[in-house]
């Protein structure tokens, strides 16, 4: 049991970092308003801002923290790591100014950029054979935090907007005093080595996209696609708020059935999509789900319909792991992890860039000037992303490896 205890720390502590993205979605448009008055459409222009400056700092830092923990351990880090996100919850939860909260999401963002230390760890002290089920273990519970962070915003926003971070802070708090006792160190000075910026820079893997022959066309096809399907997070609360009237709860439970549902998909349904339809036809059956999705919820007026969508728009999110196994077979051997951490760059550029887009077409459009009140326009700009990383995927040159997989 004792050496399990660790594990349950360090999944634990990634959950956290995931909660700490979403249990802001449901709560963030009342708290905007609390702290700045105005419009839900003003409101939607700095969740966009606020979202986009954490995904930022998670894109810059997360390269630099788990460098940091080759040179200085593990246990530090993350201990550090959870001992200032437990006070950024709180700073949130009390803070009557627009900049100190975006100044907390900042400080969030970078304190939150630990899953790359927590897969360290479970490369520590695992096998080569068995570091695949420890790494799938870490994405699992990743998984589960982005489920249960909207869930817990939309329960917990029935008591005023501020009452999710007061929770966070106090789980993360427990977090640390348990990882305080039970988390060993595994670095030791066989394993130790010394700290280089140039190594801890997130670009440099952006840097070497042109040294991997074929795959600036999928790499492009997947950042459209992503930006396209990130629009969920981003406009979610300010689209079913304006558009059914829906309050924190149900948007937090909206989001934690989507979250179900895209785990079901890339959990399970992925495997029988590409025995069936084979790679190539998985990418394109996501895409298709996407713009089908898209084009619904743009009109859509009723919450039920939209909440009963729910499953069709998380097929879409198949498109991602046929694509990276594609991209994975068009890449050496010796070369895979330079193209995860490329694939990991791509997404964060989305997330970086997506809520920006996002959001301020919500806001043209939902504005008290807007010469058209349409609240769905940002899933027709998702629509049009869609459709251009289709396009683009089918214009891509044929390959032996497009094929089923039986």
Request: no cysteine; charged share 10%.
């Amino acid at each position: 049991m004792s050496s399990r205890l660790p594990v349950l720390f360090i999944l634990m502590t990634v959950m956290i970092d995931a909660m700490g993205i979403g249990i802001i979605i449901p709560v963030m448009p009342a708290l905007i308003l609390d702290i700045e008055g105005g419009t839900l459409a003003n409101a939607a222009i700095w969740g966009g801002i606020l979202s986009s400056s954490f995904a930022v700092m998670q894109f810059l830092f997360g390269p630099l923290i788990g460098n940091l923990s080759d040179r200085y351990g593990r246990r530090p880090i993350l201990l550090v790591s959870l001992f200032v996100m437990a006070a950024d919850y709180v700073v949130m939860a009390i803070t009557h100014s627009i900049w100190i909260l975006l100044l907390a999401r900042i400080v969030g963002g970078i304190a939150g950029a630990t899953q790359s230390t927590a897969a360290a760890f479970m490369a520590d002290t695992n096998p080569p054979e068995k570091r695949g089920a420890g790494f799938g273990l870490v994405s699992a519970a990743f998984g589960l935090g982005f489920v249960l962070g909207p869930l817990i915003g939309g329960l917990l926003g029935d008591l005023g907007p501020r009452a999710p971070f007061y929770a966070a802070a106090l789980l993360a708090f427990i977090n640390f005093l348990f990882g305080f006792i039970v988390l060993p160190e595994t670095v030791t000075d066989k394993t130790r080595r010394a700290f280089t910026l140039s190594r801890a820079n997130p670009f440099g893997a952006i840097k070497h996209i042109r040294t991997l022959p074929g795959l600036g066309r999928l790499l492009t096809v997947l950042l459209l696609y992503q930006l396209a399907f990130n629009a969920y997070p981003a406009i979610w609360a300010y689209f079913t708020q304006a558009r059914f009237n829906w309050d924190t709860r149900m948007i937090g439970i909206s989001l934690a059935v989507f979250g179900i549902s895209m785990a079901l998909v890339q959990g399970g349904l992925i495997r029988i999509a590409i025995k069936h339809l084979g790679e190539v036809g998985t990418v394109m059956a996501g895409f298709s789900f996407a713009i089908i999705s898209f084009s619904i919820l743009a009109f859509l007026t009723n919450g039920w319909a939209a909440l009963a969508l729910t499953p069709v728009s998380a097929m879409a999110a198949m498109s991602v792991p046929a694509l990276q196994a594609i991209l994975s077979r068009q890449t050496s051997e010796d070369a895979q992890g330079e193209l995860q951490g490329i694939f990991t760059s791509v997404g964060a550029l989305a997330m970086i860039l997506s809520p920006l887009l996002m959001t301020n077409v919500f806001a043209a459009f939902t504005a008290p000037d807007a010469p058209i009140y349409f609240p769905g326009a940002p899933f027709l700009a998702s629509l049009v992303l869609a459709f251009a990383g289709l396009l683009l995927f089918l214009r891509r040159r044929k390959r032996p490896e497009d094929i089923r997989v039986t």
